[in-house]
C-alpha cells in the first residue's frame, strides 16, 4: 500500500513576543500534494505561521517537520534545506535591481550556472506568469499586480533538474488583498498554475473567500493561538461551526472579538 507522506507536521508550536502570546500549541499536518487555506481575523498569527515554516524565524516551543524531516534551526544553518517557497504579501523586490536580476537572484549564487542560462531560465518563469519583455525594467517602473506576477516567477524558478526536482512546499501569504475581483481571480489562477507547475503543496492565507474557494481544497481557522476548526473546502461553504459561520459572513457577534477596545 503506497504510504501518504507529509509535506507538513507541526506538533505543539508555540511562539509569544513578550506578553503576547500568539501561537499557543498549535498542531497541523499537510500532506504532499495538498492544498490547505488557514483563514483568520488580523493578527491572529497567520503570517506567523507561514514565517516559521519558510524558517525565517524560530518558534519558541513546539516541532516542525518539513517532508519528514525534522527542523531545528533557521534554514541559513542547514545542509540540505527543504524547498520551501513564500510569496510574500508585498511583492518584496529589491528596487535597485532588474526584474531579471530579482528573479534570477538565488540562481546566480550557483556558480555552475553560465548567465545565458539564467537568462533563459528568468526568461521562462516570467513567460509562465504572463509577462514579457520586462527583464530590463526596474520593479517600481510595473503596477503594483505586475510586481506580483514578478514575485510569483521568483518562486516557480529553481535551477534543479526538472526531472529529479521534489516537490516543493509553496507558501502564499494574502495573494489577493487588496485587488479588484478580476485580478484576483488572476492571481488565483496563477497560484493553480504555479502549483501544477511546481507539483507541490500549498498553503495559501487569505480572507477573501473566492481565493480560499478557488486555490485550496482545504481550510483551517486560526483564532487565540489555536486551530478552531478544519474541514473541506466544501464543509468550509457550508459549516454551522460559530468561528467559520462568523467569519464568512463578516458578522460583529461571534465567538471572535477585538480583545483591546
Ligand atoms: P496575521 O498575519 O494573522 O494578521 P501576524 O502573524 O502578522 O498576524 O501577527 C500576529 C501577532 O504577532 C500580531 O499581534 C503582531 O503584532 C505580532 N507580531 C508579529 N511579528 C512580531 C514581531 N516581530 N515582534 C512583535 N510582535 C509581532
Ligand atoms: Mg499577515
Redesign the pocket.
Known amino acids: 500500500m503506497k504510504q501518504t507522506k507529509q509535506a507538513l507536521e507541526i506538533k505543539n508550536l508555540s511562539i509569544s513576543?513578550?506578553q503576547?502570546i500568539?501561537l499557543n500549541k498549535l498542531n497541523l499536518k499537510l500532506n504532499e500534494g495538498e492544498k490547505l487555506a488557514i483563514v483568520?481575523?488580523?493578527?491572529?498569527?497567520?503570517?506567523?505561521?507561514l514565517?516559521i515554516v519558510a524558517g525565517l524565524?524560530l518558534p519558541t516551543e513546539g516541532e516542525l517537520k518539513i517532508f519528514g524531516e525534522t527542523q531545528k534551526y533557521l534554514r541559513l544553518d542547514q545542509n540540505n534545506p527543504p524547498d520551501v517557497r513564500l510569496v510574500f504579501q508585498n511583492p518584496a523586490l529589491l528596487g535597485s535591481l532588474s526584474i531579471e536580476e530579482n528573479v534570477g537572484f538565488l540562481l546566480e549564487r550557483n556558480k555552475k550556472l553560465s548567465k545565458k542560462l539564467i537568462h533563459e531560465l528568468v526568461n521562462e518563469c516570467l513567460e509562465e506568469v504572463g509577462l514579457f519583455n520586462v527583464g530590463n525594467k526596474l520593479p517600481n517602473e510595473l503596477s503594483g499586480g505586475m510586481q506580483k506576477r514578478v514575485s510569483f516567477a521568483r518562486a516557480l524558478i529553481t535551477d534543479k533538474n526538472p526531472d529529479t526536482i521534489n516537490k516543493p512546499l509553496l507558501l502564499f501569504?494574502e495573494p489577493t488583498a487588496g485587488l479588484d475581483p478580476i485580478a484576483s481571480s488572476r492571481i488565483e489562477d496563477l497560484i493553480n498554475k504555479t502549483n501544477k507547475k511546481a507539483n507541490g503543496s500549498s498553503i495559501v492565507?487569505s480572507h477573501v473567500l473566492s481565493t480560499i474557494e478557488r486555490t485550496s481544497d482545504k481550510v483551517v481557522m486560526?483564532y487565540g493561538g489555536k486551530l478552531r476548526w478544519s474541514g473541506s473546502v466544501d464543509e468550509f461553504r457550508k459549516s454551522t461551526d460559530p468561528y467559520v459561520f462568523q467569519f464568512r459572513n463578516g458578522k460583529l457577534n461571534g465567538p471572535m472579538q477585538p480583545k483591546d477596545i
Not at 483568520?40 to 506567523?48: L, V
Open positions: 513576543w513578550d503576547l500568539v483568520g481575523p488580523s493578527g491572529s498569527g497567520k503570517s506567523t505561521i514565517k524565524i501569504d492565507v486560526l
